[in-house]
Each structure stands twice: as C-alpha cells, then as structure tokens.
C-alpha cells in the first residue's frame, strides 16, 4: 500500500470521527472508500431489523438519486444476495463468467466486490463497490474494506437500525 492509500484512509477515518450523525458517516464512507480502493461506485446497503431485507441507506451512484425505497428482496438475483447466501465476502473480476449476472450498462468495467458487514454473527449489511480498471479488486482492497466494514459493524450493532 502506498503512502496516497495511507493518507486517503486516514482522511476517511478522521471524518468517520467528526461526523455529527449516522448518515454523515455513511457519506463518508461512500465519498472516501471508492477513492481508495479505486472503485467508481460505492453503495451501503444496511439489513432491516424487521423485513431481512437489504435496504440502501448511501450511495454514490448519479442515476438513483436519492430514493430511500430500493431494497434487494431475497429471492432477487444480485451479487449481494450471493454474498449472505455463502456467509462470505467477495471479488469478482468478471460478473457475467464467474456468477452469470448481466453486468449494467453503467458500468465500464465487470468488477465487483461485496463485504460483508457483521458483528458477531449477526449480518447487519453490506458494503458494494464497483467498477475498477486496471485488473479488478485486490486482496489489499478486500482487506483495507473489511476494516471499513468492522467498523460500521461495531457502529451498527449499538444503534437501533430502525432510525437510520
């Protein structure tokens, strides 16, 4: 990891540190993440205590505007989907070899990768990022992700899911 990657992560943690409330800082992790993982896309999706269902509570997408409605049903077909069913994270280098799923027009690259976001063994959601060049996601970008996600884990775990 090079000192850019560094400094970008430490920027990101110090706003996770100052920001006011709970969607500030899943702001900040979706402005600051992508860029240093080199991601083009980043969305949270967070577990609804009542429904199961995942639920998007931050995004950096331009084409979905600000709908807090979207939610991914558990009989949809989608890469997160796949990551609860198998309990485990993942890279995915190309989405339409490795897993059969059209990729999007959006999208200029077919490189995915989803985190798991738990505490415990309870899920509490997941973090998407999409679109790198350059040969795809890393075992680096997996792990310097994991550590956003532990995080958010042990921050979501002490606040009622309901009110965010």
């Keep these: ?3 850019s990657h ?3 992560l430490y920027t990101l943690a110090k706003e996770l540190n100052t920001s006011e409330d709970i969607p500030t800082m899943l702001d900040a992790v979706i402005t600051h993440l ?3 993982v080199g991601a083009r896309y980043c969305s949270l999706f967070i577990r609804n205590p009542s429904s199961g269902e995942l639920e998007i509570k931050a995004h950096n997408h331009t084409d979905i505007g600000e709908d807090p409605f979207i939610h991914v049903g558990s009989q949809q077909e989608s890469i997160m989907n796949l990551v609860l069913a198998r309990n485990a994270s993942l890279i995915i280098r190309d989405i339409e070899e490795e897993i059969g799923i059209q ?3 959006k999208y200029t690259t077919k490189s995915f990768m989803c985190i798991l976001i738990r505490h ?6 997941v973090l998407n990022l ?3 060049a350059n040969g795809g996601f890393s075992k ?3 792990l310097i ?3 956003i996600s532990e995080l958010l884990a042990a921050l979501l775990a002490r606040i009622d899911l309901n009110t965010v």
Excluded: R, W
């Excluded at 415990?120 to 959601?125: C, H, P, S």
């Design 140 to 142: 680096e970008d997996m």
């Design 120 to 125: 415990a063994d309870d899920t509490k959601g």
């Design 6 to 8: 560094l400094d970008m």
């Design 34 to 36: 992508p860029k240093v």
């Design 130 to 132: 999409a679109d790198k």
């Design 145 to 147: 992700s994991s550590i």
């Design 103 to 105: 990729n999007k027009d």
């Design 1 to 3: 990891m090079n000192e």
